[in-house]
Antibody
Framework: QVTLKESGPVVVRPTETLTLTCTVS??????????VGWIRQPPGKALEWLAH???????SYSTSLGTRLSISKDTSKGQVVLSMTNMAPLDTATYYC???????????????WGRGTLVTVSS | DIQMTQSPSTLSASVGDRVTITCRAS??????LAWYQQKPGKAPELLIY???SLEGGVPSRFSGSGSETEFTLTISSLQPDDFATYFC?????????FGGGTKVEIK
């Protein structure tokens, strides 16, 4: 069974750096077709893709947030880590990780999602 | 970035109704479009990929159509479990983008 699980702080202070971990099971991050990405959703608002990483270590980032984001993976641990610098109250959202690429690396839609983790930015 | 515009933003319908949601892309994306359903407090779930391919386990009352810049998600006969928010997502570009969502409410 394929699962993804997000973990990280519940509350972050303004200007701090957020670090989130996505732990996957049921598939390997070394699988050539597997891609793991991050998406966020402010309360009551739409989904926003943030970044993703391929097994080759190729990375893509949101145009609007790219300078604040960093994504990496530890294949041996089955983990993908997202860092976002200079957090602000507008970054309050549920952060999801998801798997893509099950039908090939050009098929970048999320077939499996984690349950998400709510991150609140507040002093 | 490719902008995805969904309409309507909210839709009121009754059980048994045929429902259609539209998603428009700001530039041609071929068939690189997916649809998701999201219920309150839950993660989105994949319904449709490649514009019209039904994900495994998704009821056949859901269907997708369209190409390039205009796409539709149709629910042929709305069921109580279908009241939710629906999002489209393009994956033509390596910069992925979602539509703003369509909330399907009980009339």
């Amino acid at each position: 069974q394929v699962t993804l699980k997000e973990s990280g702080p519940v509350v972050v202070r303004p200007t701090e750096t957020l670090t989130l971990t996505c732990t996957v099971s049921g598939f390997s991050l070394s699988n050539a077709r597997m891609i793991v990405g991050w998406i966020r959703q402010p309360p009551g608002k739409a989904l926003e893709w943030l970044a993703h990483i391929l097994s080759t270590d190729e990375k893509s980032y949101s145009t609007s947030l790219g300078t604040r984001l960093s994504i990496s993976k530890d294949t041996s641990k089955g983990q993908v880590v997202l860092s976002m610098t200079n957090m602000a109250p507008l970054d309050t959202a549920t952060y999801y990780c998801g798997r893509m690429g099950v039908r090939g690396t050009t098929h970048r839609y999320f077939d499996v999602w984690g349950r998400g983790t709510l991150v609140t930015v507040s002093s | 970035d490719i902008q995805m515009t969904q309409s309507p933003s909210t839709l009121s319908a009754s059980v048994g109704d045929r429902v259609t949601i539209t998603c428009r892309a700001s530039q041609a994306i071929g068939s690189y479009l997916a649809w998701y359903q999201q219920k309150p407090g839950k993660a989105p779930e994949l319904l449709i990929y490649r514009a019209s391919s039904l994900e495994g386990g998704v009821p056949s009352r859901f269907s997708g159509s369209g190409s390039e810049t205009e796409f539709t998600l149709t629910i042929s006969s709305l069921q109580p479990d279908d009241f939710a928010t629906y999002f489209c997502q393009q994956y033509k570009s390596h910069v992925l983008t979602f539509g703003g969502g369509t909330k399907v409410e009980i009339k």
